[in-house]
C-alpha cells in the first residue's frame, strides 16, 4: 500500500485538497472519480464530499492491489485500454487524482478520461515528486504544466485553470482542469499564466533539510492537534480567572 505521512508528500496532498474543495462545488452534473480506490482524500474524508452541486457521483477502478471492489455506483474501467464506447461522454465531470503516472500509455489514459467527459476533465498530478510504487503498481511519468495543456488541446479540450503546489521542501502537485466549452468558464478562473519557468526549484534540496524536515514533522503535527489546542484551553481558563 501506498502512503504517505511526512512532510514533503503530506503538504502537498493537504493543499490540493484544499483547492479541490474550493473549485469541486462548481462543477455540476453528472461526476465521476476515476481511478478512486476508495474515494478517501488522506484527510480523514471522500471526495464525493467536495462535489456538492453534483447530480450523482460515481467511481472507477480496475483489477489491481487498489483495484474493483463491485461497489454501489463503481465503474469498471482499464485506463490503458481504449475507452467501452457505452462509457463515452457517459459523465459532465470526471476527475483524476494522481494516477496518471502510474500507467504506462499515459496517452491512452489521458484521451480515455476526455473522452468520458461531456465537458470537464479535473486532474491532478504530481510534477515533482520521489519514486513510489508498489507491486503491480509502477510509477512512470512526471507531467508539466505544458505537457497538461498539451495533452487537454489534442483530446478536443481548452485547459480552462491551473494551480501549482510549489512550497520550499515539497512535492509539487499540478491541478489542471480542461473543458470542451471555454467560454462557459470565462470569469470563473484566473488567467493561465504565461510561463512556469521556475516552478520547482525551491524544491531541489539537499539530503540534510530533507532529514531534518523528515524528523520534525510529525512533532509539528502533534504540535497543531495536540499541543496547540490544550495551550488554548489553558489561556482560556487564565482569562476567566481574570474576570473572576
Known amino acids: ?80 485500454s481504449p475507452l467501452p464506447p457505452e462509457l463515452s461522454r457517459k459523465f459532465d465531470v470526471v476527475f483524476n487524482h494522481t494516477t496518471l503516472e502510474h500507467v504506462f500509455d499515459v496517452f491512452q489514459a489521458f484521451e480515455n478520461l476526455c473522452e468520458l467527459s461531456k465537458d470537464t476533465v479535473v486532474v491532478v498530478v504530481p510534477f515533482m515528486q520521489e519514486l513510489h510504487y508498489s507491486e503491480g ?29 510549489d512550497f520550499p521542501n515539497t512535492s509539487v502537485y499540478v491541478i489542471s482542469i480542461g473543458s470542451r466549452n471555454a467560454a462557459k468558464w470565462q470569469g470563473k478562473f484566473p488567467a493561465l499564466k504565461d510561463h512556469w519557468l521556475g516552478v520547482g526549484k525551491s524544491n531541489v534540496r539537499n539530503d540534510l533539510l530533507q532529514v531534518v524536515n523528515g524528523a520534525l514533522y510529525p512533532w509539528m503535527e502533534r504540535a497543531k492537534s495536540v499541543i496547540y489546542p490544550r495551550l488554548k484551553m489553558a489561556k482560556g481558563a487564565l482569562k476567566r480567572l481574570k474576570h473572576r
Not at 508539466?144 to 487537454?152: C, I, S
Request: glycine share 4%; net charge negative.
Open 1 to 80: 500500500m501506498l502512503k504517505f505521512t511526512d512532510r514533503v508528500n503530506r503538504v502537498p496532498r493537504l493543499w490540493s485538497n484544499k483547492e479541490l474543495r474550493r473549485i469541486a462545488p462548481l462543477l455540476e452534473g453528472d461526476v465521476i472519480n476515476v481511478s478512486a480506490w476508495k474515494d478517501e482524500d488522506k484527510d480523514g474524508g471522500h471526495y464525493r464530499e467536495y462535489f456538492t452541486s453534483a447530480t450523482s457521483y460515481s467511481i472507477s477502478n480496475w483489477y489491481s492491489e487498489r483495484g474493483f471492489q463491485n461497489a454501489h455506483d463503481e465503474v469498471l474501467l482499464d485506463l490503458d
Open 137 to 165: 503498481y509502477l510509477d512512470y511519468w512526471r507531467l508539466t504544466p505544458y505537457a497538461l495543456r498539451e495533452l487537454f488541446k489534442r483530446n478536443g479540450m481548452e485547459c480552462i485553470h491551473e494551480s501549482v503546489c
